[in-house]
T-cell receptor, first 116, second 110 residues
Framework: DAGVTQSPTHLIKTRGQQVTLRCSPKSGHDTVSWYQQALGQGPQFIFQYYEEEERQRGNFPDRFSGHQFPNYSSELNVNALLLGDSALYLC???????????????FGSGTRLTVV | GNSVTQMEGPVTLSEEAFLTINCTYTATGYPSLFWYVQYPGEGLQLLLKATKADDKGSNKGFEATYRKETTSFHLEKGSVQVSDSAVYFCALRGGQNFVFGPGTRLSVLP
C-alpha cells in the first residue's frame, strides 16, 4: 500500500521563477495538506485541500497557491520565488477533511526546494 | 493562538542513557498532542500521540504523558540507542491541522 508520494524529491530554482510541486495521497485518503519546513525549524501549515477546494489556509502570501484534482492528488505552486522560500515542502494526506476530522494523517518525505 | 515550545538542542547522549525532551504547549480547548520523528533526509513519522489529559502515548520504548495541569507532553526513553539519532518534533492539533515545535536534534554516541 503506497503511502504519500511527492515529486520531485529535490529541485533548484532561480529567484523570481515559478515552481510546481506534486503530491499523491495515500490510498483511501481524500484530503491533502501542505507544510513548509525551513532549515532547522518545525513545519508550518500552508493550506489544505478537500473536495478540490482550499478549505483552510495558514499565514502564507498569495504567491502560494494550490490545486486538487478529481483523483485527490494535489499541486503546490509558488510564484515569484524568493530566497526565503528555500525549504522542505511536506505533503500530508488524510480522510474526511476539516468537517470529518482528518483521519489517518500521514506525511510524505517531502520536496527539497532550493532557490538561488 | 496555539503554540508549542521544545527544549533547545542539540542533545547528545551515550548509548543506554536516559532521554528526556521537554515540550510545553499553549492552546485553547483540548488539543491532541503528538511526537513526530524525522530521520536525515526523510519526512515526518508519527512516534506517539495522546488525545486527552492523563493519556500516555508509547511506542518503541518512548513514552509521553499528556499533563493538562502543566500543559506539558515531555518525551522520555529509558535507554537510547544509536539508531534513535534524529530530530524530534512535539506538535499539537487543536483545530484540524498541526502546530509544530521547532524540533530537538538528538545524537546518540556508541
Amino acid at each position: 500500500d503506497a503511502g504519500v508520494t511527492q515529486s520531485p524529491t529535490h529541485l533548484i530554482k532561480t529567484r523570481g521563477q515559478q515552481v510546481t510541486l506534486r503530491c499523491s495521497p495515500k490510498s483511501g485518503h481524500d484530503t491533502v495538506s501542505w507544510y513548509q519546513q525551513a532549515l532547522g525549524q518545525g513545519p508550518q501549515f500552508i493550506f489544505q485541500y478537500y473536495e478540490e477546494e482550499e478549505r483552510q489556509r495558514g499565514n502564507f502570501p498569495d504567491r502560494f497557491s494550490g490545486h486538487q484534482f478529481p483523483n485527490y492528488s494535489s499541486e503546490l505552486n509558488v510564484n515569484a520565488l524568493l530566497l526565503g522560500d528555500s525549504a522542505l515542502y511536506l505533503c500530508a494526506s488524510s480522510l474526511g477533511g476539516w468537517s470529518r476530522g482528518n483521519y489517518g494523517y500521514t506525511f510524505g518525505s517531502g520536496t527539497r526546494l532550493t532557490v538561488v | 493562538g496555539n503554540s508549542v515550545t521544545q527544549m533547545e538542542g542539540p542533545v547528545t547522549l551515550s548509548e543506554e542513557a536516559f532521554l528526556t525532551i521537554n515540550c510545553t504547549y499553549t492552546a485553547t480547548g483540548y488539543p491532541s498532542l503528538f511526537w513526530y520523528v524525522q530521520y536525515p533526509g526523510e519526512g515526518l513519522q508519527l512516534l506517539l500521540k495522546a488525545t486527552k489529559a492523563d493519556d500516555k502515548g508509547s511506542n518503541k520504548g518512548f513514552e509521553a504523558t499528556y499533563r493538562k495541569e502543566t500543559t506539558s507532553f515531555h518525551l522520555e526513553k529509558g535507554s537510547v540507542q544509536v539508531s534513535d539519532s534524529a530530530v524530534y518534533f512535539c506538535a499539537l492539533r487543536g483545530g484540524q491541522n498541526f502546530v509544530f515545535g521547532p524540533g530537538t536534534r538528538l545524537s546518540v554516541l556508541p
